[in-house]
């Protein structure tokens, strides 16, 4: 059953951080402070991923994992850059979304408990949660940024799929040498079941299987075509050493999405016939239809039976937790404390506005994609239709486990990824009008949040800007003079008018 201290978070007593890690560590939290900011990501994902969770520092009783102290790092990076950056596109709805579930879920969690252990917890959620996405908001800008998140999650995917072949084989955790992980493999049915770096082997499988759509959004370019095969190898290779059937169902849901590229065009079809076959089959099955969860078991050592209890004792409780979420869900059967659905997890301990906000953040971030997507001269198509898919595989996948350790950060990587994917896509279809307006004048593209004047921009932009549209007019009068009538700025470009522009401001 599950103790208090693990449902408090838990960890160890005291600190726990071989050498080898703090000197890695110390290196990374280097790299972040003085690398240029398109190159963070790098370091900053490389120590993430390949640093066990369970290393841990302990001051005062406070937890300091090599995820939070790095997300630290990467905030007061943010802090102290010289140059005010803001996030790739401006606070967009996904932001909106995300935040409000970052700070509902512990405030929920504290006033259910009303305990000083819960809102320690509490708050080191919430730095986890802020601080992981907004930092990686920060560092992926645009489009090129995503697609080097995306080389970075090549090489740790050879990494650790790598480590876990070799665990496979010979039942011994490289990971678990350092320490915060186990060191020798778990065992099913005789089966060996690898974890690598990850807390559970689940959750290692998962990472696998949802980067899969992310490694075949590069596949169209031709210098990538080495690294994806790569990256396609080592995702199936930590699905299948992971030996579960919630990352095999992840994986060919990635693949399943994949496979309806064709079909992009009437998508709203099939959501509406999904929907409408389950609602047929509730109708007519004996049993309700998410009992169809029962039936599922790839490996034939599956606990497929408690996840469909979990998500029938969750619906016909929902009494008992809608409002703040409840404390006793342990009676409620045998195993029950195992929350090892991430929907389910969400609306027992954070209650209805909690997993009403996770699942509205799911939704907005398919929503930008197929917004983004159908645009006019969409460059981008494949791209964002792999994002999707990734997308659909965490959905999947969270199905049959809660996250818990690095897999978290994958999830906040992808909606950082998705934010930056659609902004460029936005940007890519603007008309003449706002393109010049927005080189221009030094405003933001739609969609940003912040909103320049006449009297920001003749500081800094005129010797820059104008000085291009001089040049430009001088090389190429006609077409210059029809688009600068056509954007009604060009009488903006009379220096004489400047001071009066200025005082009018």
Known sequence: METRDL???????????????AVALLFAIGLILYLPRKHVIVPLLLAIFLIPKGQVLVIGGTHLTAVKILFLTGLLRW????????????????????????????????????????????????????CGYFVLRFLVQDAEDARRV?????VISAVIATCMLNEHFTQLNVFGLLGGVRRLSEMRDGSIRASGVFQHSILAGSFGATLLPLFLSLWREHKSKIAVSVGIISSTAIVATSNGSTPTLAYVAGIFALCLWPLRNQMRFLRWGLALTLVGLHLVMHGPVWSLIEKIDVTGSSSSYHR???MDNCIRHFGDWWFLGVKNYASWGDFMWDLSNQYVAYALTGGLVTVALFVATISRSFGRLGAARKQKNCRDAWFLWCLGAALFGHVVAYFGIGYFDQTQVAWFALLAIISAGTVQNKTATMGPRHILQSKLLNQPQPGAFENQGLRGFLGTAVSQRYSRVFDARKRHPLVTGRLLRASGIEGTLNPDSWPAKMEQS
């Open 7 to 21: 449902l408090f978070g838990g960890g160890s007593a005291e600190t726990l951080l071989n050498p080898l890690v």
């Open 79 to 130: 802090a102290i850059s010289r140059r005010p950056v803001t996030l790739g596109g401006g606070w967009n709805s996904i932001d909106w979304v995300f935040a409000l579930w970052a700070f509902c879920y512990p405030l929920v969690f504290t006033l259910q408990w009303m305990e000083s252990q819960a809102l320690i917890k509490s708050i080191g959620d919430s730095i986890d949660s802020f």
């Open 308 to 310: 469909y209890m979990l």
């Open 150 to 154: 995306i080389r970075v999650f090549i």
